[in-house]
């Protein structure tokens, strides 16, 4: 590995470890040019499905926008960061687990709008508002009269 100080391509491993979430092997390395030390963290490198769009595009699957997404719809209600990070690797998880080399982005938007209805039922209307393209305040008032009824129902 290219030592980040000086370049140079020997190195030797003083020390691994697992990752504190496990997945990943972190390497604590000694460059045999210089002698500083530095880490490295090894990952599995998973193969990302793809991701059909409405008009029939395939782009790589992008967590980032699942996270934009995720914040878009957060903007300016009780929810960290955290909790948004937390949600984006779930739903990714969700979608990889399903070992598919194809999906859906109408796949991947249900998956959002459902961890956003457990998360804040005002930021699943505004992700929802968008995603589903409302025509009108019909459409709307429909999406926001099902929400109460699926409340009522939970009390």
């Known amino acids: 590995m290219k ?6 391509l020997e190195d030797k491993v003083v020390d691994s470890r697992l990752s504190t979430d496990g997945e990943a092997i972190r390497r ?11 880490t490295s963290y090894e990952r599995v490198e ?23 997404g995720l914040k878009k719809a957060c903007e300016k ?10 949600a984006a690797d779930e739903i990714e ?18 998956e959002i709008m459902k961890r956003l209805h457990e998360l804040d039922e005002v930021a699943y209307v505004r992700f929802a508002s ?17 929400l109460l009824s699926a409340e009522n129902k939970k009390k």
């Not at 995603?131 to 099902?146: A, G, S």
């Open 28 to 38: 604590r390395r000694e460059c045999e040019g210089c002698n500083r030390r530095f």
């Open 93 to 110: 998880k969700r979608l990889l687990d399903g070992a598919e080399k194809e999906i859906a982005s109408r796949q991947i938007g249900e």
């Open 46 to 68: 998973e193969i990302m499905p793809m991701v059909v769009k409405k008009d029939g595009r395939r782009e790589p699957f992008d967590r980032q926008k699942v996270l934009s």
């Open 130 to 146: 968008v995603y589903r393209e409302f025509k009108d305040i019909n459409e709307f008032m429909k999406e926001l009269k099902d």
């Open 77 to 86: 209600r009780p929810i960290s960061m955290a909790t948004l990070e937390s």
């Open 3 to 8: 030592c980040p100080f000086c370049g140079h």
